[in-house]
């Protein structure tokens, strides 16, 4: 089965800064990767996906970029603000029954 | 257009005792993910649903955990009986169908075994 692994576990950067998260998967038929962020004691959001046909996508201080080669993707986020304190959780789809597989999420702060 | 409910939002039981949990996925999805969040953890696939049929249910310890979809919409998921490692939120989701499409989370349950 597919094998997502995220880093860092926590990443603490000043606000106006910017925060990148990688992941890694393993299963080179996996085609689609979205992105979530959960807030403490809410549920998950997506905040932006990718397709593999795709090597990089944006959406306004947000940014995903995917190497299939390397089988890595990265979450860039741009311009940190407070508000984007949370956990993000990176995922990949390997199709059909194989439903997403979670990375083990990355603990964002943003220092004031 | 309403999110995916779920109920209830807490339950505290000791182990050895039986729990159920309620999804209501949003109108119109076919499929329905039972999801187990450990603290600190990602979100892990429990079970899978397309319409009222299993899909995927290779990581539900099927000894203990039964879930449901008689109707094709409302799912229930049960825990029979709980052991202290089952403590976690169990997360529901609903997408359109089963290709990759955006899933839609519910608020979870959170259930601690004592």
């Known amino acids: 089965g597919e094998n997502v692994e995220q880093h860092p576990s926590t990443l603490s950067v000043q606000e106006g800064d910017s925060a990148v998260i990688k992941c890694t998967y393993s299963?080179?038929?996996?085609?689609?990767f979205p992105w979530y962020k959960q807030e403490l004691g809410k549920r998950p959001q997506l905040i932006i996906d990718?397709?593999?046909?795709?090597g990089e996508k944006k959406d306004q201080r947000i940014a995903v970029t995917l190497n299939k080669t390397a089988k890595h993707f990265s979450l860039h986020i741009t311009e940190t603000q407070p508000e984007d304190s949370a956990v993000y959780f990176c995922a990949a789809w390997g199709g059909g029954a194989d439903g997403l597989t979670f990375g083990k999420g990355t603990h964002l702060i943003i220092q004031p | 257009e309403a999110g995916v409910a779920q109920s209830p939002r807490y339950k505290i039981i000791e182990k050895r005792q039986s729990v159920a949990f309620w999804c209501n996925p949003i109108s119109g999805h076919a499929t329905l993910y039972w999801y187990q969040q450990i603290l600190g953890q990602g979100p892990k696939l429990l079970i899978q649903?397309?319409?009222?049929?299993?899909?995927?249910d290779s990581q539900l310890p099927k000894d203990r955990f039964s879930a449901e979809r008689l109707k094709g919409v409302d799912s229930t998921l049960k825990i029979q009986p709980a052991k202290l490692e089952d403590s976690a939120v169990y997360l529901c989701?609903?997408?359109?169908?089963?290709?990759?499409?955006?899933?839609?989370f519910g608020p979870g349950t959170r259930l601690t075994v004592l």
């Open positions: 649903f397309q319409n009222n049929g299993v899909v995927d």
């Open positions: 990718i397709r593999s046909n795709v």
């Open positions: 989701a609903s997408s359109l169908d089963s290709s990759a499409n955006e899933q839609f």
């Open positions: 299963d080179s038929a996996s085609n689609y």
